[in-house]
């Protein structure tokens, strides 16, 4: 943002044709980087709208802007209507004028108000022709504010009355982006009928209403609940607001759900009180020495001089202390999204507070799902089948789940048994065991004992045995992987004590792990590789058998195919015929860089960072040629299945994107007529046009649902055209 005189200068508005369209820039799971379009300015997601009492103005809009960086704040339109002075002004300047504001201008309708006051007196259809007069950039409709005391049949009525006045408020906003909230109370069902409703109108945005009550009360699994049942329903190409919701402590949580936008009076509120707002909880100015975190306003002051202030200087001080601290927090969330950590954050945060635990943990732990065991992950639920409707609290795990990215780049930053937890750690379980499948009969062997890279304490030990009828694992704090994967990111790059390598083989453990992988009633042999010395002798006596010629190009064959298997969903015969008679091209360090096939074609190629494989245009010719199913011809964006062996998920585009893609160029939202539901955030797809034809390969940056909705940014990151 440049300067002008001392002040930042006014935003740039959005081209016309993309006012109030929302775009994804980068993403951790259902975490999203985004942006908003709107004539005052580009809106960059997640962010906070601090609320402005347009009577009571503890901090300047214009401060907002200029020292903070703020880009859109929201004030009340019903308290503006309801004040002859504010209402003449803002019909005969605009909001922005009344407030000195430059940037987005959100209003709410005075629900809010009819909750903690009672009835208000304005109309659904001047409330929104009101907020449209005076050029708001985001007007809200009046909803009816669900309390948690309601009856189901009161709640249900509301929910009702509340998609009923949509469609006039929307008619009576025009071309004003509208907010439409969601409504329901505590009740699973009466949140998905709002939210299904509301999804099939032309709003803007999504607020999730209801839920300062909830807050107030810390009843943060509650609030959990709701915003899982909301957001899984809700259509993905809208943002989702969080209404009222402005405590740092709560931002990575509700931002690793998928919140893009908050609104609070938190930083003055609780400063009127004396209250300090952190990323753990909330501290009191009257029992603290020491600032729990040093932020500009308060540099210059101890609390003891902070507390000698009168209330009035005092209350404006720690308002911007609240705003600061609550800036950096979201600051922080939106750098975790871009360093797929999102979720470490909202762990770590958990441990901060007892009600976030609580919540953090039915999130990771609800009753559809099985216990927590140090050892043992969760066990893999079969999808269930609602429709359009995934309503109960703990039908929605997959929903979070399957929106995730893996393998990754890094390391997997150790963190307790909240590791096992880890969204994308559970689906790169999942794909495991949807679409590995053991190629021997004979008994398992299980080394342990040792941290990764396992190839430099056993690699030639396992060329030795790789000919026997053996089925190969190992043992890692996140479960058995087999060697064809011992390199593959989660299993292979943990970051943790060295204790973790070193617990003893639970054989129960082993047997419900194999089972998962499809391994039954084979004997089981666990080897300890902790120690070196004499390995190879041990191993074979322990193992009773004698030790054959070295087969390098069987094990890297193996390793190919399960990664053909597990990353590219290919099919295993077609996997095995894929590298029968191939030749590979070698590292320094003796690892695969290429495979190539027994036409000389360079189809496939191991990444050495993460255990994973790109796949050239040769490659993706030979996995076009493979597949069994018909061209798609819709979404099935609520189709969690791994539909196994079928191939890499296909993209189909229009014909006026085809030329652009085949050449290389990116796929953009709007032109893709259908996909496989298989289709995940980061994975490499086909790009195909309605005959089937490839076009290009490249890597999803949206699931089904946002291939079918999203208008505007990137659909496909296209790798390479094929001509």
């Not at 945005?205 to 009360?217: L, Y």
């Not at 047997?511 to 010395?533: H, M």
Request: contains cysteine.
């Amino acid at each position: 943002m440049k300067w002008q005189d001392g002040r930042r200068k006014d935003p740039k508005s959005c081209r016309e044709k993309d006012n109030g369209r929302f775009e994804i820039i980068a993403r951790d799971g259902q975490a999203r980087l985004g942006k908003l379009h709107t004539l005052h300015g580009i809106l960059e997601t997640p962010c906070l709208l601090p609320v402005i009492n347009p009577n009571i103005r503890t901090i300047e809009p214009r401060e907002m802007w200029d020292r903070y960086g703020i880009q859109a704040l929201i004030t009340n339109s019903y308290v503006i209507w309801k004040h002859d002075n504010l209402k003449e002004k803002a019909l005969a300047e605009g909001v922005h004028s009344l407030i000195d504001y430059p940037g987005v201008v959100m209003t709410d309708s005075g629900t809010f108000q009819s909750y903690v006051y009672g009835d208000v007196e304005v109309g659904v259809e001047e409330i929104v022709k009101f907020q449209k007069d005076i050029g708001v950039d985001i007007a809200t409709m009046l909803d009816i504010f669900t309390r948690p005391d309601m009856t189901y049949s009161q709640v249900e009525k509301a929910v009702d009355e509340t998609v009923d006045r949509g469609q006039i408020s929307i008619e009576t906003a025009g071309d004003v982006m509208l907010n439409g909230p969601i409504q329901g109370g505590l009740f699973p069902e009466l949140r998905v009928k709002s939210s299904v409703g509301m999804s099939k109108l032309d709003f803007s945005i999504h607020p999730i209403g209801g839920i300062v009550p909830i807050m107030e009360q810390q009843k943060y699994r509650d609030l959990a609940k709701i915003m899982l049942a909301c957001k899984s329903n809700l259509a993905p190409n809208r943002p989702v607001h969080m209404f009222g919701c402005g405590h740092p402590m709560l931002f990575p949580m509700l931002v690793a759900m998928g919140a893009d936008l908050f609104d609070s009076a938190a930083y003055v509120l609780f400063a009127r009180d004396g209250r300090l707002l952190t990323p753990w909880g909330t501290e009191r100015i009257s029992d603290i020495e020491e600032w729990p975190i040093l932020m500009p306003a308060i540099t210059n002051y101890s609390p003891a001089e902070v507390r000698a202030m009168d209330k009035q200087e005092r209350t404006i001080l720690l308002s911007k202390y609240n705003l600061e601290v609550t800036l950096q927090e979201m600051s922080r969330c939106r750098q975790a999204v871009r360093d797929g950590t999102i979720w470490r954050l909202a762990e770590r945060r958990s441990h901060e507070h007892p009600a976030l635990r609580e919540a953090f943990l039915w999130i990771v732990t609800n009753p559809a799902r099985s216990s927590m065991d140090p050892l043992i992950l969760d066990e893999i639920s079969a999808s269930k089948e609602t429709g359009n409707e995934r309503g109960k609290w703990e039908d929605n795990w997959d929903w979070l789940v399957h929106s995730q990215y893996t393998p990754r780049n890094g390391g997997e930053s150790w963190g307790g048994t909240d590791t096992h937890h880890r969204p994308h750690v559970e689906m790169a379980r999942r794909r495991l065991f949807a679409r590995w499948t053991s190629r021997k009969s004979g008994d398992v062997i299980v080394f342990h004992g040792a941290s990764a890279p396992w190839r430099e304490r056993v690699g030639d030990l396992v060329e030795r045995i790789y000919s026997h009828d053996m089925e190969i694992f190992v043992q890692t704090p996140l479960g058995l992987v087999p060697w064809g994967l011992e390199d593959l990111n989660p299993w292979a790059h943990i970051e943790g004590p060295e204790w973790l390598w070193k617990r003893k083989p639970d054989y129960a453990w082993m047997q419900r792990e194999l089972q998962r992988l499809g391994i039954y009633d084979r004997k089981i042999v666990s080897v300890d590789i902790s120690d070196t010395e004499e390995l190879h002798n041990r191993v074979f006596e322990q193992l009773g058998i004698e030790p054959m010629d070295r087969t390098p190009d069987l094990k890297k064959q193996g390793q190919i195919i399960d990664k053909l298997c597990v990353l590219y969903n290919v099919d295993l015969q077609d996997a095995i015929q894929l590298c029968e008679n191939s030749t590979f091209v070698m590292s320094r360090t003796n690892r695969i860089r290429n495979l190539i096939n027994s036409e000389g074609l360079h189809l496939f190629s191991p990444r050495l960072a993460e255990g994973g494989m790109s796949l050239t245009v040769e490659g993706a010719r030979k996995l076009h040629s493979l597949r069994k199913l018909a061209t798609p011809s819709n979404f099935n964006e609520n189709d969690f299945s791994f539909y196994a062996g079928q191939g890499p998920a296909w993209v189909v585009v229009d014909s006026d994107a085809e030329p652009f893609v085949n050449e290389g160029r990116n796929v953009m939202h709007g032109f893709v007529l259908a996909c496989d539901p298989w289709v995940r955030p980061g994975e490499t797809v086909l790009i195909v046009n309605s005959e089937g034809k490839l076009l290009a390969i490249g890597r999803s940056q949206s699931t089904a649902g946002e291939l079918a909705c999203f208008n505007k940014g990137i659909a496909v990151k296209v790798r390479e055209g094929c001509p």
